[in-house]
């Protein structure tokens, strides 16, 4: 057997399109032991030697990157999606809570039975109505003011 440029340049063909070793032989009219020496002589880039395992392999490969993505998209959509109704859901509960929570500025003494709290609706974000936060802010200003 003789290699010609021609015969290599087939051979490197071939097995860049995957062909076995005894598949390239026989088109090259070599024997297959010919075509894996001379492959490893040329440091033809080595790849598994049954064909179908290399076509086996190759056809996941283009799907491998969708399918990487298919399972990722589900989760992230689901992930982006997922705080949304959470967020729907507890906004107007917020709402809900900050507009229907009562001020809790006592009114009375503490123990007797005319001792209340204000129930006026407090302001938002604030434990007591306005006029009893701003009451409430002037007593810790005072209160500083005192230990100052
Ligand atoms: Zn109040």
Known sequence: MEWT??????????????????????????SKNAVVGK?????????PSPIRRTEGDATP?????????GPTLPPLAASMGAPVPALRAIMPAQKFTT????CCWPIGEPGKPSFHFCNASAAQGKPYC??????????VRDRREDAA
């Open 130 to 139: 306005e006029e009893h936060a701003a009451i409430a802010y002037v007593r």
């Open 61 to 69: 490969r283009p799907a491998a990157p969708k399918r990487a993505q």
């Open 99 to 102: 507009r229907a929570t009562p």
């Open 39 to 47: 492959a490893h002589r040329l440091n033809l880039p080595s790849r």
């Open 5 to 30: 440029d021609d015969t290599i340049a087939r051979l490197r063909a071939l097995w860049g399109e995957g062909l076995s070793t005894a598949e390239i032989g026989r088109r090259l009219s070599i």
